[in-house]
């Protein structure tokens, strides 16, 4: 089976998520001679296959099986891959069935190397991801077998294949704040309390704000504002709550207990309620590590290209990975059709990213 007829392979399962619809029992045949380790929790499944061929470090590829549901719009079957002008149409082309295929064919594809070769697979990434990457490596962290270095396999290419990797990403902080005033009749407004004015003089101090100046690797942290609702949709009575809903993508620089201290200073004296969660915390890698220079110079080998490093875009389970302390990069396919009708990834990134891994395998 050569590279492309494996990736029509892995297309063709409709593993949406939690579910891997039968692909990590291919996965465990077609790598046959690779030790197995399963980890599963309220139906999402966790796969962890390795093989030592020596005593040095231990390389993990790692990313999901699962994809987001195909939705309207599609001029083909989205889990019947269609080969066009040099794409490949299918849900998952990108996101991420793309670098599953890619590392898969590598590991299989090796004979020699100096140490361990691993790839941790979830079926829940695009969903809450309770139960998937973070248990596996709970597991491993248990038995003492975390990898040294991992690579998450995510699309993160721009313009051309090669052009990126990501050595980090922002956090993610979401916030609910509630604005109690009084409610009344709008034509006796000194009777009441209205949350709606309370909140528009401050409102200027926080919406859109950088909380930072980031640095060399992230972009300011800002405050964006997603919603602000208040009152009951008649004109002649005014509301007595007002709801705020707001998210920072943090860099390292700023924290939760940071945006606290800004919603305090900025409505004190005022009647609130602030609900703050981290969905996901920021992390970096050093660019300068040996392992992240080696990866760059295997891309450029094959691509003949110098890619930037990013911490650009949302989250992904690289967080995880790097909570457990595991040094770790996110490189892939071009990243432009993700999510979308009519997901595609052009033949020739898949094929050298799959040269990208077999090349760095090869020089670790």
């Not at 930072?212 to 005014?238: L, Y």
Request: glycine share 8%.
């Amino acid at each position: 089976m050569n590279l492309i007829e494996l990736f029509l392979k892995i297309l063709k399962f409709k593993s949406i998520t939690p579910h891997d619809d039968g692909a990590f029992e291919f996965f465990k045949e077609y790598l046959k001679g690779f030790e197995i380790i399963e980890v599963g929790k309220e139906g999402v499944k966790n796969l962890f296959m390795y093989k030592k061929f020596g005593e040095g470090i231990h390389l993990c590829f790692a990313g999901h099986i699962d994809v987001v549901p195909a939705g309207d719009g599609w001029e083909n079957d989205a889990f019947e891959p269609v080969l066009k002008d040099g794409y490949i149409h299918a849900r998952g082309s990108q996101d991420m069935k793309s670098g599953v295929c890619a590392f898969l064919k590598a590991l299989k594809d090796t004979e020699n190397f100096n140490g361990t070769l691993s790839m941790l697979l979830t079926s829940d990434e695009e969903g809450d991801a309770t139960y998937g990457t973070v248990i596996m490596l709970e597991h491993l962290k248990q038995i003492n077998f975390l990898p040294d270095f991992a690579i998450v396999a995510e699309p993160t290419c721009e313009k051309y294949f090669g052009d990126s990797i990501k050595i980090g990403r922002r956090g993610s902080i979401n916030g609910v704040l509630k604005l109690f005033g009084k409610q009344g009749h709008a034509a006796y407004p000194e009777k009441s309390k209205n949350p709606i004015h309370l909140i528009a003089p401050i409102l200027p101090n926080i919406a859109g704000i950088n909380l930072d100046s980031g640095d060399e690797n992230f972009s300011a942290s800002k405050f964006v504002i997603t919603d602000i609702r208040a009152g009951i949709e008649v004109t002649n009575v005014t509301p007595g709550v007002l709801k705020m809903m707001f998210n920072v993508r943090n860099s390292t620089k700023t924290t939760k207990d940071d945006i606290q201290k800004l919603i305090d200073t900025n409505f004190a004296g005022l009647d609130y309620e602030l609900t703050l969660n981290q969905g996901a915390k920021p992390f970096l890698t050093n660019p300068n590590s040996k392992n992240v220079q080696k990866l760059i110079d295997s891309i450029q080998r094959v691509c003949e290209i110098s890619p930037k490093l990013s911490t650009s875009g949302g989250t992904s389970d690289a967080r995880f990975v790097a909570d457990f302390g595991v040094e770790v990069v996110e490189f892939g396919v071009r990243n432009d059709t993700i999510h979308a009708p009519n997901e595609r990834v052009f033949i020739g990134d898949v094929e050298e990213l799959y040269s990208v891994f077999k090349d760095f395998i090869e020089n670790m």
